[in-house]
């Protein structure tokens, strides 16, 4: 069992930050950031896996940076110039695959191991 919590969120102007945090119990493989607007599918913002091999959705790309610390099991997503579209409840996933080291995907489908979100506004 991985547990993930999620941290960082809040209200912000367009053009803000906002770095969120994603606590794991331990880290797996593909790991990423994805997000549910309302009305809106659930989408993946940014994954990477274990080497450092890194895919975000070009909505985003230039802007947010994810990234990972493996040493204190948490999982990272730097926002910079927020734009009021990116508001959504953004969580954090993995993909607990045993024996997997490939590339990771965006799809959300994909993912099996959830945190329980946190959300960020973004006014105009």
């Known amino acids: 069992l991985v547990q993930l919590v999620e941290s960082g969120g809040g209200s912000v102007q367009a053009g803000g930050s906002l770095r969120l945090s994603c606590a794991a119990s331990?880290?797996?493989?593909?790991m990423g950031w994805f997000r549910k607007a309302v009305e809106k599918e659930r989408e993946g913002v940014a994954v990477?896996?274990?080497?450092?091999?890194?895919n975000a959705a070009a909505s985003v790309k230039g802007r947010f940076t994810i990234s990972r610390d493996n040493v204190n099991n948490i999982l990272y997503l730097e926002m910079n110039n927020l734009k009021p579209e990116d508001s959504a409840m953004y969580s954090c996933?993995?993909?607990?695959?045993?024996?997997?080291?490939?590339?990771?995907?965006?799809?959300?489908?994909?993912?099996?191991?959830w945190g329980q979100g946190t959300q960020v506004t973004v006014s105009s």
């Open positions: 990477m896996n274990a080497d450092d091999w890194q």
């Open positions: 331990r880290m797996l493989h593909c």
């Open positions: 996933a993995a993909m607990d695959i045993a024996r997997f080291s490939g590339t990771c995907i965006l799809d959300p489908d994909r993912y099996n191991t």
